[in-house]
C-alpha cells in the first residue's frame, strides 16, 4: 500500500520561505514522475510542480522561479522549495506520485493515483 507524508507546511510572511517535503512508502514501481498540487478555499485544485524520472520539470506561470522542485529517488523523497511567497499562495498543499505523466502544462490532468493528506501553507501580508 502506497502511502504519501507531507511536512513542512506553515504560516509566513510575504516575501519569506517554506521548504515542504512529501515522504513515500510502498511505492514499488521503477519509475515515478512526483508533483506538488495546492487547493485554496474556493478554487480549483492546481498544478505547482512536476518532476519525473529524468529531472525534467514543469512549473505554471503562477509560481515560476519562486517553486522549485526536487527529489531523492534513494528515499523517495521529494521536495517543494518555495521562495518568495505572495498571499495568493495561501492554499493546502498536496503531494502525488505516478509512474508516467506529462511534465507539461498538462501535467494536472494526469490521473495521479496517490496522494498526500496535504499540508497547509499559510502567507501573511
Same mark, same amino acid.
Given at each position: 500500500?502506497?502511502?504519501?507524508?507531507?511536512?513542512?507546511?506553515?504560516?509566513?510572511?510575504?516575501?519569506?520561505?517554506?521548504?515542504?517535503?512529501?515522504?513515500?512508502?510502498?511505492?514499488?514501481?521503477?519509475?515515478?514522475? @512526483?508533483? =506538488?498540487?495546492? #487547493?485554496?478555499?474556493?478554487?480549483?485544485? +492546481?498544478?505547482? !510542480?512536476?518532476?519525473?524520472?529524468?529531472?525534467?520539470?514543469?512549473?505554471?506561470?503562477?509560481?515560476?522561479?519562486?517553486?522549485?522542485?526536487?527529489?531523492?529517488?534513494?528515499? @523517495?523523497? =521529494?521536495?517543494? #522549495?518555495?521562495?518568495?511567497?505572495?498571499? +495568493?499562495?495561501? !492554499?493546502?498543499?498536496?503531494?502525488?506520485?505516478?509512474?508516467?505523466?506529462?511534465?507539461?502544462?498538462?501535467?494536472?490532468?494526469?490521473?495521479?493515483?496517490?496522494?498526500?493528506?496535504?499540508?497547509?501553507?499559510?502567507?501573511?501580508?
Amino acid at each position: 500500500q502506497v502511502q504519501l507524508v507531507e511536512s513542512g507546511g506553515g504560516s509566513v510572511q510575504a516575501g519569506g520561505s517554506l521548504r515542504l517535503s512529501c515522504a513515500a512508502s510502498g511505492y514499488g514501481y521503477r519509475y515515478s514522475c @512526483m508533483a =506538488w498540487f495546492r #487547493q485554496a478555499p474556493g478554487k480549483e485544485r +492546481e498544478g505547482v !510542480a512536476v518532476i519525473d524520472n529524468d529531472d525534467n520539470t514543469y512549473y505554471p506561470d503562477s509560481v515560476k522561479g519562486r517553486f522549485t522542485i526536487s527529489k531523492d529517488n534513494a528515499e @523517495m523523497k =521529494w521536495y517543494l #522549495q518555495m521562495d518568495s511567497l505572495k498571499p +495568493e499562495d495561501t !492554499a493546502i498543499y498536496y503531494c502525488a506520485v505516478e509512474s508516467v505523466c506529462w511534465v507539461t502544462d498538462a501535467f494536472p490532468r494526469n490521473d495521479f493515483r496517490y496522494w498526500g493528506q496535504g499540508t497547509q501553507v499559510t502567507v501573511s501580508s
